[in-house]
């Protein structure tokens, strides 16, 4: 459907949707110095997530429906214009409060990149090929946990507010590929009027749509298992496994590995295997890994080994993934953007809830964070068994 290279566009896609991931992983590593410069408790520099998460996921129903309406470059170019702004914001903050602020600023705005990403790759791809794009910029995507954290801490060696002019650095970089290389897929013709009644009725178009639900519940449950211990990571690595805040990336780098290596099987598998049996073989999968990663928590006490079933989790995950999400948006294809923009706020609300609440309760061991995500894993798939997609003959 373009002619553009589906690799060069898998990259650009990518980097707009990697953006949610820098934005929450990169810091990471600064609390601690955080925690001293702005003379705060550890618990306000936490809240700091949930200012970034909450706006995020409440600002996710919109980016659809103003991508649907005035176009998709456009809406990326508001987004990741007020981004960077709100970056520049984050590192001239001189106490907890304005840092909230910002971040919260950050949220409503650093979502734009994801959801239109998402919309756009089913926009210009059909079928097997739409899935293994979806998979390709997964993958990619991926990349960012990984390094997140290591560059963080590469720059927390400079100072911590470096960390935020790298951000801003980052998405403006990302916006001017975006612009430069990436089509309009919503031409004036196809655009939906944008008002507050029309959005309302679209929502309830897609949340009355029960298998709709399944899949983007199914999807938001299985990264909300993983999500607990990127929340938790200053309190599971530097606390519980003796690392330092430079080496977060004993955690990130094996656990995006897992992530990428199910991207790569879900790519491999589009058009030669049915969706509904790779996503149950990801469900087995994924329950196996949750049931070693709580007993592993039993026997290896504090040890780093402890990471290697969060990265055999994401195998799993990554794997289902693209199939779930191309599924959700095929369900409803004239309100795509709106349907991209649901599917990213179920995924973030269940985040924010884990950020404010989840994690703290959990954190206090790596059982406790282990049963976390065997929890999640367990909801997801009660819900997805419920699924047409599941039942499938």
Known sequence: MTKLSPLLLSVVLASLAALAPFAIDTYLPAFTALETDLAAQPVALQQSLTFYLLPYAIMTLWHGAISDSIGRITTIKWGLGIFVLASIGCALAKDVQTLWFFRALQGLSGGAGNVVARAMVRDLFEGPQAQRVMATVQMLFGIAPAVAPIIGGFLLGIHWQAIFIFLALYAALALFAAVKYLPETMPPEKRM????????????????????????????????????????????????????EQQFGYMFIPTVCGMMLGSYFAKRAAGVYSRQQVVQWAYAWMSITVIGNIIACYFLTNSVWLILPIALFNVGMALAMPVLSIAALDRHPKIRGTAASGQAFCQMLLSSLSAGLIAPLLWSSPLGLALGMAAYSIIGWLVIKQSHLWRAA
């Open 193 to 244: 009027p944008l008002s507050a009644k029309q959005v309302v009725k679209d929502y309830r178009i897609l949340f009355s749509d029960a298998e709709y639900f399944r899949l983007v519940f199914s999807i938001s449950a299985n990264f909300a298992g993983f999500f607990l211990y990127v929340l938790a990571s200053p309190v599971f690595l530097v606390k519980h496994l003796g690392l330092t």
